[in-house]
């Protein structure tokens, strides 16, 4: 039932608020606005995390929060994620503000945090306003990814407070095995999955075992850099700001790029997928996106494939965590299907590309 905040009836969305507790938590908190919270929308935000964009009057704020049903670890994953936000504050890499977070699970059940609401869209399918009719907008989105990732790679980690964010040691080569181990790990758990199911799989992991990269560094990863965790401002052609850091980790910030490479498009890509976004005219090419990296880091782009590959091989393994709950009969076949010809197409690049 709705609960009351101040002279407004807000809706507690079955209980993932209570706004008796928040309300006086706030008032504890240098926050926009004053007063109870007067108008709630819950916005769009995955399986792992309910988000609500809160209004204070004419202030606005966004809360992130755990969903009823997210990971065992929500709580931790919330603290990270505000944690990083802080760390980011005075960097170059754009990203919403943290205005507070909270670990007392008794105000609303969960930890949480509110952030500042960022302007535009983050999205895949239709784009919308300039991004849909002009293309020398498409092609700032592809510019405005490099410069960001370039932003996350060139953040000093350790001055920022994030030197025990991951096991940088030896990170290359425990990739494969890392990733290898995981893809077993559901055959474990779920019998009626089979890793051998995933085309060239094992041998795109023997040729990342062959071809570690020598030139290796160790920064922020975002983990999941691609279009619908980006939001784009919709008054001009750039970044709003770089969302969902639920899987930043220490790493080499190449794979960031990597990441954004199996996300895109190109004609003579393995057949099965289509561009993220539409309309896809105007778009750099990959070979563009790497040149900008080079030229804005001032890295030797020659070991890319490696990190290319290796993002295909990261994501369809962790795709595939979806295939095998489908085979255990615990996602829709229209899911399970979906996911895994995704998972396949990723597998057909990652050897197109360590091909060449």
Known sequence: MPEQAGETTLD????????????????????????????????SGGLQNAIFLIERGSDRMVLRRPSRNGKPKGNETMLREAR?????????????????????????????????????????????????TDPTWRRAMGEEL???????????????????????????ARQVERWRSQLEGYATAMPAYNPNDLPHFAEIGRWLSDNIPTDQRIGIVHG?????????????????????????????????LGWVLSSWWEEGDPEGKGPMVQPWDGFLSRADLIDLYGALSGRDMACIPWY?????????????????????????????????????????????VIAY
């Open 84 to 132: 990083i936000l802080t760390a980011l504050e005075g960097s170059t890499v754009p990203h919403p503000q943290l205005y507070a977070a909270c670990d007392d699970e008794s105000i609303i059940g969960a930890a949480f945090y509110l952030m500042a609401p960022l302007e535009g869209i983050a999205k895949s399918g239709a784009l919308e306003g300039d991004y849909a």
């Open 308 to 352: 290319f590959a290796l993002a295909c091989y990261k994501l369809s393994c962790l795709l595939e965590g979806t295939t095998a709950a489908w085979k255990a009969g615990k996602v829709p076949d229209k899911v399970g299907e979906s996911v895994h010809a995704y998972a396949s197409w990723l597998t057909a690049k990652a050897r197109q």
């Open 146 to 172: 490099v410069t960001a990732a370039v932003a996350m790679a060139s953040l000093d980690y350790e001055a920022a407070g994030l030197g025990d964010l991951g096991k940088p040691d030896n990170w290359h």
């Open 12 to 43: 507690t969305f079955d209980g993932l608020i209570d706004w008796s507790r928040l309300n006086d938590w706030m008032t504890t908190k240098t926050l926009p606005g004053s007063g109870p919270a007067t108008g709630v929308r819950k916005l």
């Open 224 to 256: 999941d850099f691609q279009f619908p965790n980006v939001m784009f401002s919709l008054k001009a052609p750039k970044i709003s700001g770089v969302l969902d850091w639920e899987l930043a980790s220490l790493g080499d910030p190449l794979l960031d």
